[in-house]
């Protein structure tokens, strides 16, 4: 359950957005949309106290963030429009570190499978520098499962994804909605999700 | 009644009333005090070469004054922030470097004749010269973030982790035993100095300290301006 | 519990790091012995000078070249925001670079203290000269991590020149040098000196979590 | 492992280091960072021969003896023991008998020293050359070092 009221944020004081209001309850997702420049990382980055707003507060299950900010990472993914994986090290490793970082409950074989959904599984033992932009974009995107969290935040998640791995990604939303999480993500596309609540910046 | 030194408005509003006035001072100090340096008298020891004090003593004492406002400023800037003072900060680094530089010079210069060296590394000679190179970084950090708030704060931090270096010049003297001589006016008892020499160096002193602020104001106010074709 | 293992396996990740790109490190060594050959060239191979002059000069090809991996310390896992990810698996920014300081330590001055004792040879130093040098190698290289740690998280975001970094580690390494190199001088007693150094290294370690995490925030803010 | 936790733990981690940095440092600047010592420092902690020593120290009056052209003799002492020195070379003009040195050099065995550089050191007053001259004439003049 994440509320967000009255946000506002600007940077050496030209105004980037202006008091924001948003409450997602369980079971539910939004999509920021704008043009580019808008404001739609940098809006993500203030919910994820990166940034500090100038007034306004976060509500995570009834808490403010900034009081215990680790429960509320706890329970959060994100998934930013750059790529986080370490270039020099295999897919495997990058995997492992994210699972033991965040001690997520997947055996090896689990992932083995996750792998293989996303049909990245003969990358295993290779670096991921030598992997295409989609293949690593959806090494990103499998941060998400793996990590079994309830409040998922993505940033630009369908750049670089053929069909294919739209419509995988657009089922795995489902699913997690259905398991009463909470999905809030950035995108100028389309998505066709039903009840899909659109943030306009 | 102080907030002249924090308000960049209240700034130029003070400063334009007391600009020419205190030009017209200093020049007079000035004058004065070269007289009573020509007729000063020669030092029991020393003779002639005592007169380089005139230039050295002041010079030292503005370097580490500047970098003492630097500090006290960067510590209002990153507590309380107030934009004002790294305005000030990045001001005021180069007239403390010529400072410096002008100690340095004038100490070695004296020194040849009165230790025999031009230079020697003892603790007070390397922790000034260490002061200046710090005074050059700072101006060089000037130079070298594109983002403004990043340049200020890290330059803010910067003086305050190089502030440590100003109670080991000042007492380096009197921890350990250097070949520079010990502060002759800050001793408890009656100053070691004569009354005849002590005049000329301290009118030495408001006249290089009145140089120092003019040159200061000149660059704030250059500064404020440069900041507001920016904001 | 939990953040134990995690601790480990942030040294887990980092040692593979280190491995993965293993040629830094060796171009670091070989910088190191090949200015020790410069410097002997330029001395001239003269027995007697090599070793009186030697400790100083290993010493200070030591804190130059440990300058060079200044870079690697936080610029790839802060371009890719690795830092954030590790920040959102229960880790503060101080821990985070507790750890760095920790593993710059094992991974770069380690291989560093194997190659002196080869350097020494070159000097011909007395065997009490090598032991002071390895001793206050140990202290004086964690001070260097620690330093490094502050002026690579100053330089971040800090595009143009990265020189500055190096400098201002050189800047506050002196006082270091001089207590390293004052073991070798017999009046002044040893263990105060070492005590002196450790008490200089226990300052690092205290501020330099505080500082390097601050700069690490102020950088993240304006990315 | 909330966040203030961990910062919490850091602090006392900290402050922990600090102190006992501060003792360390406090405990023993003294000694080591000498640029010369007094003939009774050096007396205490026994000779270091030929090793380059750096002696502070005042010249004896009466122990200035001129050998030849630029080789001179004199005794260094601050007023508790004293050490005989042997010197050539050019002396800086604020030289003389009661004034301030500190001489670079080597010692050799039976308790002399060969200097290499010696620099005048100027104490810290200052007084105008005729007063002194006054004094003189009315004998208050007296030199009292410490």
């Known amino acids: ?201 | 009644m102080f907030n002249f030194l924090i308000n960049p408005y209240k700034f130029n509003k003070f400063v334009d009333i007391i600009f020419k006035p205190l030009v017209i001072l200093t020049l007079l100090v000035l004058t004065a005090g070269l007289f009573l340096v020509y007729f000063s008298p020669l030092d029991y020891q020393q003779g002639l070469t005592v007169k380089i004090m005139y230039i050295h003593v002041p010079s030292a004492w503005l370097a580490l004054l500047t970098y003492a406002i630097m500090t006290i400023y960067s510590i209002i800037g990153l507590a309380f922030k107030i934009p004002f003072s790294f305005i000030i900060n990045k001001a005021i680094a180069p007239i403390g470097a010529v400072f410096t530089i002008l100690c340095l010079i004038s100490g070695s210069m004296w020194g040849k004749p009165m230790w025999g060296t031009w230079w020697v590394w003892d603790a007070r000679l390397t922790s000034v010269a260490i002061l200046f190179i710090v005074y050059l970084l700072i101006i060089f950090l000037n130079q070298t973030f594109e983002n403004r708030e990043v340049r200020e704060k890290t330059i803010a931090i910067f003086i305050l982790i190089g502030s440590i270096n100003l109670p080991i010049i000042k007492f380096s003297v009197d921890w350990w035993n250097t070949l520079h001589q010990t502060a002759s006016i800050s001793k408890l008892s009656a100053p070691s100095i004569d009354m005849s020499m002590l005049q000329p160096l301290l009118i030495m002193t408001i006249g290089f300290s009145m140089i120092g602020v003019i040159i200061a104001i000149l660059r704030i106010k250059a500064e404020i301006l440069l900041r507001k074709k920016f904001l | 519990m939990k953040l134990i293992q995690k601790i480990f396996f942030f040294f887990n990740r980092e040692a593979k790091l280190f491995y993965s790109n293993i040629g830094d490190l060796f171009s670091n060594i070989l910088f190191f012995f090949l200015s020790i050959f410069i410097f002997v060239f330029a001395l001239g191979a003269d027995e007697q000078l090599l070793r009186n002059v030697g400790m100083g000069i290993i010493w200070s090809l030591l804190l130059l070249s440990s300058t060079l991996s200044l870079r690697k310390f936080y610029e790839d896992d802060f371009n890719n925001s690795v830092i954030k990810i590790i920040h959102m698996g229960g880790m503060s920014y101080e821990l985070i670079v507790f750890l760095k300081i920790l593993s710059h330590f094992f991974f770069v001055q380690i291989p560093f203290l194997a190659s002196i004792p080869i350097a020494c040879v070159f000097f011909n130093l007395p065997i009490n000269e090598v032991y002071n040098l390895i001793l206050t190698f140990i202290i004086g290289s964690f001070i260097l991590s620690c330093l490094g740690s502050i002026s690579a998280s100053m330089n971040l975001l800090n595009k143009t020149n990265f020189s500055i970094g190096s400098l201002i580690v050189l800047l506050f390494f002196i006082p270091v040098i001089i207590f390293s190199i004052g073991t070798n001088n017999s009046e002044s007693d040893f263990n105060s000196l070492i005590s002196l150094l450790l008490g200089i290294a226990l300052i690092f370690l205290g501020i330099s979590p505080w500082s390097s995490a601050a700069f690490i925030k102020l950088a993240l803010r304006n990315k | 492992m909330s966040l203030r936790f961990q910062r919490l733990i850091l602090i006392l981690i900290t402050l922990v280091f600090l102190s006992a940095a501060v003792v360390l440092i406090l405990f023993n600047t003294k000694q080591n960072i000498v640029f010369f010592y007094t003939p009774t420092e050096l007396i205490e902690n026994d000779f270091i021969l030929n090793k380059k020593v750096r002696i502070g120290g005042y010249v004896k009056k009466s122990s200035f003896i001129k050998k030849s052209l630029n080789t001179y003799e004199f005794k260094i002492t601050d007023n508790v023991n004293e050490l005989l020195v042997f010197y050539n070379g050019i002396l800086p003009d604020l030289f003389r008998e009661g004034q301030g040195t500190v001489i670079e050099g080597f010692l050799n065995n039976n308790n002399n020293i060969v200097a290499s550089k010696v620099y005048a050191k100027h104490d810290e007053n200052y007084m105008p050359a005729s007063i002194k001259k006054e004094l003189e004439k009315n004998n208050q003049w007296k030199k009292n070092y410490k």
């Open chain 1, 1 to 201: 359950m994440l509320l967000i009221n009255n946000l506002s944020f600007s940077r050496n004081d030209n105004i980037i957005f202006q008091n924001l209001n948003l409450s997602l309850s369980n079971r539910s997702i939004a999509q920021i949309r704008g043009k580019n420049g808008s404001g739609k990382t940098t809006f993500l980055n203030v919910i994820l106290n990166f940034l500090e707003s100038k007034t306004g507060e976060i509500f995570w299950e009834g808490k403010n963030i900034k009081k215990n900010i680790f429960n509320f990472y706890n329970k959060t993914t994100f998934i930013m429009d750059h790529n986080t994986c370490t270039r020099k090290m295999t897919v495997l490793d990058n995997i492992n570190f994210w699972s033991r970082l965040s001690s997520s409950k997947l055996t090896k074989d689990e992932i083995v499978l996750l792998l293989e959904t996303f049909n990245i599984q003969k990358y295993q033992n290779t670096k991921t520098m030598y992997l295409s932009s989609g293949e690593i974009r959806k090494l990103e995107l499998l941060r998400l499962i793996l990590e079994q969290k309830k409040l998922w935040i993505l940033d630009e998640p369908y750049n670089h994804l053929d069909d294919l791995s739209i419509e995988i990604l657009n089922q795995t939303f489902i699913d997690h909605i259905n398991k009463d999480g909470v999905i809030l993500f950035t995108s100028h596309l389309k998505p066709s999700i039903n009840n899909l609540e659109v943030v306009d910046l």
